[in-house]
């Protein structure tokens, strides 16, 4: 239960989404004793099912500004994400998080300044979704930290290159 609670950070969604796949793995295996390998292996059956959808909250809440700004205030919070997720995959301990200046430093790549990184960070600690820790940065939920490493990375730079993608050809189009 311990376990459970520290992966999904006490979310009920994300907790019941693991004690699902915990009950599913453990009826097929007819035992009812788990320990915290059955809990991992419910972890990573998780990871393999989960979506973006489950996580698109962390991004797309308490953006006020109206379409097209709120659009942009996304990218710019998914862009955050993907700098945090791969200075932490660089420590390459997922439990210790990362500096904000490792962060600023990895989202130089996606063309965003310090002050943009600092504001973002310090909205994701406002709304709880990043928790900064003696210095260092992470997801609150140890299951997101996880799901941005393993699979959100590739998930969400395809949404933005698709979305870069999408703007080139309109501004193509316009210019003919």
Not at 66 to 73: A, T, W
Not at 78 to 94: G, P, Q, T, Y
Not at 122 to 136: K, L
Request: glycine share 4%; hydrophobic share 40%; charged share 30%.
């Amino acid at each position: 239960v311990a376990k459970v609670y520290d992966v999904s950070a006490g979310n009920p969604y994300f907790a019941k989404l693991i004690c699902r796949a915990l009950f599913f793995a453990m009826i097929k295996k007819r035992d009812c004793y788990v320990t915290p390998r059955e809990v991992e292996d419910a972890v990573c059956g998780t990871l393999n099912e989960i979506g973006g959808n489950s996580f698109a909250h962390f991004w797309q809440d308490g953006i006020t500004e109206p379409p097209p700004r709120s659009e942009e205030v996304s990218v710019l919070r998914r862009k955050v994400l993907l700098s945090l997720a791969e200075s932490i995959r660089k420590a390459s301990d997922f439990t210790s998080g990362a500096t904000r200046q490792q962060v600023s430093d990895v989202a130089k790549t996606f063309h965003l300044t310090d002050s943009q990184v600092d504001t973002e960070l310090r909205e994701f600690e406002r709304r709880q979704v990043v928790i900064n820790v003696d210095g260092r940065c992470s997801p609150k939920v140890f299951l997101f930290t996880r799901w941005l490493i393993e699979k959100g990375y590739q998930e969400i730079i395809t949404t933005l290159l698709d979305r870069d993608a999408l703007m080139q050809t309109k501004k193509q189009e316009e210019a003919d």
